[in-house]
């Protein structure tokens, strides 16, 4: 990838994750990038294009998190893996996960995500299995109420500037998936 092209996706990344995607013009991406409006053209074809480029780019990141999870054969672990995604992927990749978790609002664009939301199934039944081998009880349910903690943490650190009593939060949730294997 050239590095005028790495930069585009940088700077669309970094705007459609804070002003949102229809918010965002490529005319402001260009300017961004100290290019002109045609190169996004010519790299991307359109503001789709890019938006898709970006997603993929996302879709290789996330996928490395996700093989380490589900391949993790400790369940504890595996476990713990998942509720530390959010946090590391908001501290390593903050503008990606923001752009995804703002999408699950907007349906049309989380439409063309379908991709990772089949990332996410994997996570989802990994973490599944993981609570059932650690005998919790109704370990489908267990799941959706770790996914709904999970994306009130996101929801919180996407919003608040101070993370601080994010660490206390995280050893909290993770105590509540030891306590049933001890």
Same mark, same amino acid.
């Given at each position: ?15 459609? /994750? ?8 490529? /005319? ?7 290019? /002109?409006e045609g190169?996004?053209? $010519? ?12 997603? %993929? ?5 996330? %996928? ?8 993790e054969?400790?369940?504890?672990? $595996? ?14 990749? $903050? ?10 609002f907007?349906? /049309? ?11 996410? !199934? ?11 081998k ?6 489908i349910?267990?799941?959706? !109420?770790?996914?709904?903690?999970? %994306?009130?943490?996101?929801?919180? !650190? ?6 601080s009593?994010t660490?206390l939060?995280?050893?909290?949730i993770k ?8």
């Amino acid at each position: 990838m050239t590095e005028k092209k790495e930069l585009i996706l940088q700077k669309a990344l970094a705007l459609f /994750s804070e002003k949102g995607y229809d918010n965002t013009p490529t /005319s402001l991406i260009a300017k961004q990038a100290g290019v /002109s409006e045609g190169l996004i053209f $010519r790299h991307f074809e359109n503001k789709e294009g890019l938006f898709k480029a970006i997603l %993929e780019e996302g879709e290789k990141i996330l %996928e490395s998190y996700i093989n380490e999870i589900i391949t993790e054969t400790n369940y504890q672990k $595996r476990i713990f893996l998942i509720i530390d995604l959010v946090p590391t992927m908001m501290k390593k990749e $903050r503008d990606f996960w923001t752009l995804h978790f703002t999408l699950k609002f907007n349906n /049309s664009l989380y439409a063309k995500m379908k991709y990772q939301q089949k990332g996410f !199934l994997l996570l989802f039944n990994a973490a599944t299995e993981a609570l059932e081998k650690l005998n919790f009880e109704n370990s489908i349910q267990e799941t959706h !109420l770790l996914w709904t903690l999970l %994306e009130g943490l996101t929801s919180q !650190l996407i919003v608040q500037q101070d993370h601080s009593h994010t660490d206390l939060l995280i050893d909290f949730i993770k105590n509540k998936y030891t306590t049933k294997c001890i």
